[in-house]
């Protein structure tokens, strides 16, 4: 049951790193609705509402779910998508994205932060194996209270992903940077 879990995160997290962009700029006009329904099949995604929940269509057990978890959270936004919700908001430097299910039940969370912001126990086993690289962004993903990262580090030469869970550490990605 666990590898099955674990090949599902495997395969999930790279799906939705694929469609989470990563901006130095305020991304303020950026298209991330379209984002997020590519990642629901290429249906587009409807905004539910700017800041405020619109609790007529927002399902009332995802907005109670939301709402339990999530406290304090005053700057949500909400899309439909084809099979569920999704929630975006920022606190504290870190973007999430929860997704519901139709029936408004929680399904994963991805949340995208800096370096700064990973566990201090996975900060250092990525420093341990991967010495005088810097990490510049984490995607954390969290289904079924199973937690899986994608931490992005780069040195002078090379950039590379790390795909993390509870039971192993593998190389995602990686990259030459051009000189």
Do not use: C
Request: hydrophobic share 35%; aromatic share 10%.
């Amino acid at each position: 049951m666990k590898k099955q879990i674990f090949r599902y995160l495997s395969g999930i997290v790279p799906a939705i790193a694929m469609f989470t962009s990563v901006n130095a700029q305020d991304d303020s006009n950026s298209q991330e609705p379209l984002a997020a329904a590519k990642l629901q099949y290429e249906m587009p995604a409807q905004r539910v509402s700017d800041g405020e929940t619109n609790v007529s269509e927002a399902t009332t057990r995802a907005l109670n779910n939301f709402n339990k978890v999530f406290k304090n959270t005053g700057n949500a936004n909400w899309y439909a998508l084809k099979h569920g919700m999704l929630v975006k908001f920022e606190d504290g430097g870190i973007k999430t994205k929860v997704f519901y299910n139709s029936k408004g039940k929680l399904v994963a969370t991805l949340r995208t932060y800096g370096g700064d912001k990973l566990p201090k126990e996975i900060r250092k086993q990525v420093g341990q194996a991967y010495y005088g690289y810097k990490i510049f962004v984490v995607n954390e993903l969290e289904v079924a209270d199973k937690t899986a990262y994608l931490v992005s580090i780069a040195d002078e030469e090379n950039v590379k992903t790390i795909r993390i869970t509870a039971e192993e550490m593998d190389i995602y990605e990686e990259f030459k940077k051009i000189q």
